[in-house]
């Protein structure tokens, strides 16, 4: 008994909804519209009336006749305007449908910076880069993606309901390794709005960010033990993978055939016709400003007949 109760309200709401629904309808229902540009939408009914017309905030209403207005503006202006249609019929009933508009504005400017420090970063500190939108609207419609090289590594969207135009930011954090050394950053803030919106994406992308990250040097490389026959000509060479590039320090021996020459990040110990007085330990150093490593090598001469150790 009282489910049929229950039926009856459920039907009779029903009946008052497509009742409603079926005496103004508008085209189209819903616009994506670049801030400034043109709208017009037609409001139309199927019964008669006393009154047919547009609640609007710019622009004219013309009815092409009792049961037909058009709303048309040039310039649309008014951020956030909600723009309805009303009717009132012959016993007097008003009727009103709303117009979804949407207004929108790319961002003037896109761009990234650092926060609290320059592009000079030392590997494993934590550092902010920060993205700021100029100048956007709806914000509900934005998404800010953070790009390092072309990977894509963060994006956000914002629930904000403000029509006018904001500025906005983003906040990356990041603790780069060596290899990140000469890496670009970018953001991109791009608006989505549906399908009712332009068919070409709405993307304004920052400037790129390289990034300097500075390491010490940790190991040495290519500095091998050498034998060498009297009287030929070595070279040692020393080089260790750091930022800012390494300064080199070779301990040895002394002998005034041995001289050294640093070139292209690399340092070069020569040995000039090698005598015994050259057989020994030749230790290379690279030291920056945020640390240092070294490694001993072997050198030894090998005697051919008549060993003079003296240098000729
Ligand atoms: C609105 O109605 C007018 C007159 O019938 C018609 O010319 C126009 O194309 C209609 N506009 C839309 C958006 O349907
Ligand atoms: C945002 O990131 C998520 C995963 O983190 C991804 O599924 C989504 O496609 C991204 N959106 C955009 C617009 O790139
Ligand atoms: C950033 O790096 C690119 C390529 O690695 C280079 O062409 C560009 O000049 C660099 N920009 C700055 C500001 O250093």
Redesign the pocket.
């Known amino acids: 008994m009282c489910e049929g109760i229950l039926l009856r309200i459920f039907l009779g709401l029903l009946h008052l909804y497509a009742n409603v629904a079926g005496t103004l309808w508008l085209d189209p229902p819903k616009v994506v519209v670049h801030h400034g540009d043109s709208v017009s939408v037609n409001c139309s009914t199927n019964v008669t009336n006393h009154l047919l017309d547009w609640e609007k905030p710019q622009g004219t209403s013309k009815k092409t006749d009792d049961k037909k207005i058009t709303w048309t503006v040039e310039h649309l202006t008014e951020w956030g305007t909600k723009p309805f249609c009303y009717m009132i019929d012959t016993q007097y009933n008003q009727h009103k449908i709303e117009f979804n508009i949407i207004i929108y504005k790319t961002p003037d400017r896109v761009s990234i910076s650092t926060v609290g420090h320059t592009e000079l970063m030392i590997e494993g500190g934590q550092y902010e880069l920060q993205c700021d939108i100029q100048n956007v609207a709806p914000v509900e419609f934005l998404?800010v993606?953070w790009f390092k090289g072309d990977t894509?590594v963060?994006?956000?969207?914002f629930t904000d309901s403000i029509k006018t135009p904001v500025n906005q930011s983003s906040i990356l954090q990041i603790s780069p390794s060596r290899d990140d050394d000469g890496v670009q950053y970018r953001c991109e803030a791009?608006l989505?709005l549906g399908p009712e919106g332009p068919q070409l994406p709405l993307t304004v992308t920052s400037e790129p960010l390289n990034i300097t990250v500075c390491y010490p040097p940790v190991s040495i490389s290519e500095l091998h033990n050498k034998s060498v026959d009297f009287g030929y000509d070595e070279v040692l060479k020393c080089s260790s993978d750091a930022w800012p590039r390494p300064q080199y320090r070779w301990e040895y021996i002394p002998a005034p055939n041995v001289r050294t020459e640093d070139i292209d990040g690399v340092s070069l110990l020569y040995i000039d016709y090698a005598t015994g007085l050259n057989t020994g330990t030749y230790k290379c150093t690279a030291t920056n400003k945020l640390g240092e490593t070294s490694q001993s090598v072997r050198v030894d001469v090998r005697s051919v007949g008549n060993t003079n150790t003296s240098y000729p």
């Open positions: 998404t993606s894509l963060k994006n956000i969207t791009e989505d």
